[in-house]
């Protein structure tokens, strides 16, 4: 869906510029709003990072926060517990990801559809369930894996360089993009997307279905492992929701609310979302519901809610997301939005 044609491909390295360079104006000079935006392009990248797996590839994964989590535990844990610094432990998080990736994705594509969504949901819970009660002493459990500030530059520590972090979450965001869009405009990324479109005629042409949505899932696991390093440093801490499969349900509504297979689709339902869901629970807090009834302040004070809501109008009346209704608009104003 070629929704950017002409001059208007460049509006994305705009929008990054534009967030970069607000981060030093009173437009997002505050550390709460600088927080919250870092969180969202973490967020947005990783909904880029699915929807390689379920846009371009067409697999539907109910377990892709389980390379996230791997990612934040991997690093977090060899921090910690080794005193690594932050680019070996990254390093050796990615490695551990990869390997995971790998394992499971191997046993998960053996079969298709709904079959494969729940052997990825079923590695997730494992996974899930081995951070919650912390077996074999790798998670800290519910209590969360900290940080270990002595392995992270000064620079990334301390409420007076959270612009730092924002600034390192958009980079982050900016080379999941480019990673992305490269892959998926290179001549394998054509191959995924025939997968996608019809697996049995690319096997006809002697291609191997199996090998390229192996090496598209296992790409997909080491860039979440990837954000998830990241999210070490921007959050302090690795924690069993990383890997839940309420995290990939999350993912899966971002990448829709966007609009699948758009790449930047997948960053604006991930930065919509995320925001409304950290600035929404402070209507109730701060008052702003108070004078409204009870049936319609008690739901209003809750972000999934509102998000629920948002998300059932994007489905009935634009099934294409956000992206969709834009590249709907293109078609009926024809030059005037070309």
């Known amino acids: 869906m070629n929704l950017l044609p002409g001059k208007y491909r460049y509006v994305p390295v705009l929008a990054m510029v534009f967030f970069g360079v607000a981060a030093f104006t009173p437009i997002l000079n505050e550390p709460g709003l600088q927080q919250t935006f870092a969180v969202a392009f ?3 990248a990783l909904a880029l990072t699915y929807d390689l797996l379920l846009g371009f590839t067409g697999l539907l994964s109910f377990g892709h926060a389980l390379y996230y989590a791997a990612g934040a535990y991997g690093a977090a844990y060899a ?19 990869t390997l995971i990736a790998l394992f499971t994705g191997a046993t998960a594509l053996r079969v298709k559809g709904i079959a494969f969504a729940m052997v990825t949901l079923a590695f997730a819970e494992a996974g ?3 951070a919650v009660l912390n077996m074999w002493g790798l998670s800290n459990g519910d209590q969360t894996l900290q940080l270990n500030f002595d392995s992270v530059p000064d620079f990334f520590l301390g409420v007076n360089n959270t612009r730092n972090l924002y600034l ?3 980079v982050t965001l900016i080379l999941i993009y480019v990673a992305v869009w490269w892959l998926t405009q290179s001549s394998m990324g054509r191959v ?3 997968l996608r479109d019809n697996e049995e005629r690319v096997s006809v042409l002697g291609l191997k279905p199996f090998n390229f949505k192996l090496i598209a899932f296992v790409l997909a696991g080491v860039m979440a ?3 998830g390093v990241i999210a070490v440093i921007v959050t302090n801490n690795a924690n069993p929701v990383m890997g839940s499969t309420q995290t990939t349900i999350s993912l899966l509504l971002m990448v829709i609310l966007g609009g699948i297979a758009t790449r930047w689709g997948a960053v604006i339902g991930g930065l919509i979302y995320v925001v409304l869901s950290q600035r929404l629970t402070t209507l109730d807090t701060q008052g702003a519901l108070s004078g409204l009834p009870e049936w319609i302040g008690g739901p209003m004070s809750e972000p999934a809610f509102i998000l629920g809501v948002i998300f059932i109008l994007v489905v009935m ?8 209704a ?7 104003f024809g030059s005037s939005v070309k």
């Open 192 to 194: 995924l997307q025939a």
């Open 225 to 227: 492992a990837f954000v």
């Open 326 to 332: 834009l590249y709907r608009l293109r078609m009926k």
């Open 317 to 324: 009346f634009s099934p294409g997301g956000i992206a969709g």
């Open 168 to 170: 390192l979450a958009l």
């Open 128 to 130: 899930h369930v081995i």
């Open 79 to 97: 921090m910690a517990r080794w005193d690594w610094g932050i680019i070996p432990a990254g390093i050796f998080a990615m490695v551990f990801a």
């Open 42 to 44: 973490l967020f947005a």
